[in-house]
């Protein structure tokens, strides 16, 4: 017997329960293992795929697709930040950079003390609230560069939910970042709040454009004519 069964017996039944087809199980079952191991490494895969009678390669593939599962090692926060266009245009880039200097690390690793990894991933499908963040499953809104510590610090404060939450973000929350980094929790029933942009600046005054210069006169040489040295087509 696995060791997922010995110990999780009554969660895997009911999640096949739900299913006619134990396939339909996969994703819920590589959440489950996720948590329970703290990533999906080739043996927690085969595990999986035993339990669901499946050939193995059908649920690396799953695990391979999908941005949601680890299939090394990660932090307590998986940090996942978009950095598609709208995100990209309020400043992902920017966010993505403060993150690894105050974290010491590249993209795709963990910082030393074990708390956080940085990835990049494509839209989170927020992107009225950009920049947007991805911290395990929770949603964190408007979150730009000059906010990141105030964000780390947030998530850092809030570790030791992850044990109780998993790893991979069931029972996830949304919280939004204000104009001084305060993070404040989003009420699901709330009715919808869009970003709050600030009063903006009119543009400066443009400098007077300068005429543009006169055409300069090009001489012209008298140039050389091409030899006339066309021959009869042999065709
Ligand atoms: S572009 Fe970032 S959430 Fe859509």
């Known amino acids: 017997m696995t060791m997922l069964?010995?110990?999780?017996?009554?969660?895997?039944?009911?999640?096949?329960?739900?299913?006619g087809s134990p396939r339909s199980a996969t994703l819920p079952l590589l959440y489950l293992a996720?948590?329970?191991?703290?990533?999906?490494?080739?043996?927690?895969?085969r595990e999986v795929a035993a339990i669901l009678g499946l050939p193995p390669t059908a649920v690396f593939e799953v695990v391979g697709f999908y941005t949601l599962f680890y299939s090394r090692p990660v932090g307590t926060?998986?940090?996942?930040?978009?950095?598609?266009v709208p995100c990209c245009y309020l400043g992902a880039e920017e966010l993505i950079e403060a993150l690894k200097?105050?974290?010491?690390?590249?993209?795709?690793?963990?910082?030393?003390?074990?708390?956080?990894?940085v990835q990049r991933v494509k839209c989170l499908a927020a992107c009225d609230r950009a920049p947007v963040v991805q911290a395990n499953l929770d949603y964190l809104y408007d979150v730009t560069a000059d906010k990141a510590e105030a964000m780390l610090a947030n998530l850092r404060a809030r570790a030791a939910e992850v044990k109780k939450r998993?790893?991979?973000?069931?029972?996830?929350?949304?919280?939004e970042l204000g104009p001084g980094g305060e993070v404040a929790h989003i009420d699901r029933d709330a009715p919808y709040r869009p970003r709050?942009?600030?009063?903006?600046?009119?543009?400066p005054p443009q400098a007077a454009?300068?005429?543009?210069?006169p055409p300069q006169a090009v001489e012209v040489g008298p140039g050389i004519d091409r030899p006339d040295d066309r021959t009869a087509s042999p065709l």
């Open 34 to 45: 996720q948590d329970v191991y703290g990533h999906l490494n080739g043996e927690a895969i």
């Open 77 to 84: 926060w998986m940090i996942q930040v978009c950095d598609d």
């Open 101 to 117: 200097h105050t974290l010491g690390v590249d993209e795709d690793q963990t910082s030393a003390d074990g708390m956080f990894t």
């Open 166 to 175: 998993g790893l991979s973000g069931r029972f996830a929350e949304d919280f």
């Open 209 to 213: 454009a300068e005429p543009p210069a």
């Open 5 to 19: 069964l010995e110990n999780y017996r009554e969660a895997i039944d009911s999640i096949l329960a739900r299913y």
């Open 196 to 203: 709050q942009f600030g009063p903006q600046a009119p543009p």
